[in-house]
């Protein structure tokens, strides 16, 4: 039986991911384009945005997650059937070896089930492989690691008794991706950032620049104070930004005025031609 699933493989060449992990380093859209054009040349690549692998939502079909940083590689997707971890589909296999790492994690957890597993690869050798449901063990390759102690005795589960294994497979799952990384991928854990990218053809999604925020009226205040607060009789400077500076006050006044009312636009018309006046003043 196989299971629809989202699978995280991390790439690790360094004696000290946690380390890497905790300077929450930047993607690099780049290297995640290049990446996929090396599985697949054929593959439409769209960025479809920037974000934290371990607070966003997980990919839909067609879709990765991927970022490199220094000794350490992530990408994660979702694969429409999954069994054990070892012997997966097709991608994943391709993507178990698109990067060469001292040591490879997989990490698969079901989208619409109780279905999870987890292998380590050591170069290309499985040093430790599990997959499973809560009553159906799928997989079980190598010694179990330490951190596995507490779920297999039943610590970390309500047991539900006959067969049922005595703990959670997504839990086991999670506790193996922080002990062999260091760090926990959720919330709690540092941000991991990444790009995603999909492979269906999609047009890149548009985003607009941000609209530029109007000034408030103590602001553009301030402004001309500033301006004004080294003002000496025998030196006038230019007022090259005068009409800039004008309407930033208009602006202003616009924004004061819906929010207030007549009463602060009568005194934001006194202070217009205060200024008025004083420019003319300096220009004699």
């Not at 991927?66 to 012997?87: C, L, W």
């Not at 067969?163 to 999670?174: A, C, H, Q, V």
Request: hydrophobic share 35%; glycine share 8%; proline share 8%.
């Amino acid at each position: 039986m196989s299971y629809p699933a989202i699978v995280t493989v991390w790439f690790v060449s360094t004696d000290d991911p946690a380390a890497v992990l905790r300077s929450e380093p930047k993607a690099d859209r780049g290297f995640g384009r290049k990446l996929l054009s090396q599985i697949n040349p054929a593959w439409p690549i769209t960025p479809i945005g920037e974000f934290p692998l371990n607070r966003s939502s997980t990919p839909g079909p067609d879709e990765f997650y991927i970022a490199g940083y220094p000794g350490v590689a992530v990408v994660q997707t979702f694969v429409e059937s999954m069994d054990t971890v070892t012997d997966a589909s097709e991608v994943t296999a391709h993507l178990r070896e698109a990067l060469p790492a001292t040591d490879t994690y997989v990490f698969a957890q079901g989208t619409d089930s109780d279905y999870a597993g987890f292998a380590h690869y050591t170069s290309t050798q499985v040093r430790r492989a599990l997959a499973a449901t809560r009553e159906v063990v799928l997989e079980d390759v190598g010694l179990p690691d330490p951190f596995e102690a507490p779920y297999w005795a039943g610590e970390k589960a309500e047991q539900l008794g006959g067969i049922t294994l005595p703990f959670e497979p997504s839990g086991l799952t999670d506790a193996a991706q922080e002990a062999w990384l260091g760090v926990p991928v959720s919330p709690e854990g540092p941000d991991v950032h990444v790009v995603g990218y999909a492979i269906d053809g999609r047009p890149e999604p548009k985003i607009g620049p941000a609209k530029p925020r109007t000034k408030s009226v103590n602001e553009v205040a301030a402004r001309f104070a500033d301006t004004e607060k080294d003002y000496d009789d025998y030196e006038v400077e230019a007022p090259e930004e005068d009409g800039h500076e004008f309407a930033q006050l208009a602006d202003a006044s616009l924004a004061a005025t819906k929010r207030i009312g007549r009463g602060l636009s009568r005194r934001l018309k006194r202070l217009a031609a205060q200024i008025q006046d004083r420019i003319r003043h300096s220009d004699r």
